[in-house]
């Protein structure tokens, strides 16, 4: 079982940065694949970004690409989600998600967080 606590959300303006955690409670954290997605008031959850358990590799859904970079410490069970240049439609609630299986842009969750809200005004 793997319990995860994402933070780090909060309000900004177009144009600014956040960057949110994901601390995992798993003896094994380092074989776990990471994700984030998220999910906008209406809209269905949509994958953001995923990482290797390694953190060798990286994938990320095309409308954050060059502006949300996916990271990892093994050594302090967390998972980053750095993002930049911040539009309105990055505002969401966002989920950390980890997984046996990397799957890259295919990633699937086996266990979630519960989100923290990311809103961005214009």
């Known amino acids: 079982q793997v319990q995860l606590v994402e933070s780090g959300g909060g309000l900004v303006q177009a144009g600014g940065s956040l960057r949110l955690s994901c601390v995992a409670s798993a003896r094994s954290f380092s074989s776990y694949a990471m994700g984030w997605f998220r999910q906008a008031p209406g809209k269905e959850r949509e994958f953001v970004a995923s990482i290797t358990s390694s953190g060798g590799s990286t994938r990320y859904t095309e409308s954050v690409k060059g502006r949300f970079t996916i990271s990892r410490d093994n050594a302090k069970n967390t998972v980053f989600l750095q993002m930049n240049t911040l539009k309105p439609e990055d505002t969401a609630l966002y989920y950390c998600?980890?997984?046996?299986?990397?799957?890259?842009?295919?990633?699937?969750?086996?266990?979630w967080g519960q989100g923290t809200q990311v809103t961005v005004s214009s």
């Open positions: 998600a980890a997984a046996n299986r990397w799957g890259g842009k295919d990633f699937q969750g086996q266990y």
